[in-house]
């Protein structure tokens, strides 16, 4: 059975810092990306990493550039999401999402098979 856990998110102030992990079992994947969705909005890109025939690739919403970073153990079936310089409107319940596929840049919701749980990341002024 495939299952995604996130874990990692929190309370914090902005300017800080939070790291959330993604676990996958069952299998590996190619791609990875992270989403979030905050109340009352439709869920969101935020980042994603996958597989290229030059190594591992990485792309970036343009809300996160330079903030967020994504990487990928593949060993250990797992991706990260370092989020610095947290804004308020970071604020979201961030989820974790794979694919089989790589090869190329996956950015829609449509993308990606399996779904973790999501991780609630609050942000405060």
């Known amino acids: 059975q495939v299952q995604l856990v996130e874990s990692g998110g929190g309370l914090v102030q902005a300017g800080g810092s939070l790291r959330l992990s993604c676990a996958a079992s069952?299998?590996?994947?190619?791609?990875y990306a992270w989403f979030r969705q905050a109340p009352g909005r439709e869920r969101e890109f935020v980042a994603t990493?996958?597989?290229?025939?030059?190594?591992?690739?990485?792309y970036y919403a343009d809300s996160v550039k330079g903030r967020f970073t994504i990487s990928r153990d593949n060993a250990k079936n797992a991706v990260y999401l370092q989020m610095n310089s947290l804004k308020p409107e970071d604020t979201a319940v961030y989820y974790c999402?794979?694919?089989?596929?790589?090869?190329?840049?996956?950015?829609?919701?449509?993308?990606?098979?399996?779904w973790g749980q999501g991780t609630q990341v609050t942000v405060s002024s």
């Open positions: 999402a794979a694919t089989a596929y790589g090869g190329s840049v996956y950015t829609r919701r449509q993308n990606y098979d399996f």
């Open positions: 069952g299998r590996s994947f190619s791609s």
């Open positions: 990493s996958w597989n290229a025939w030059t190594g591992d690739r990485t």
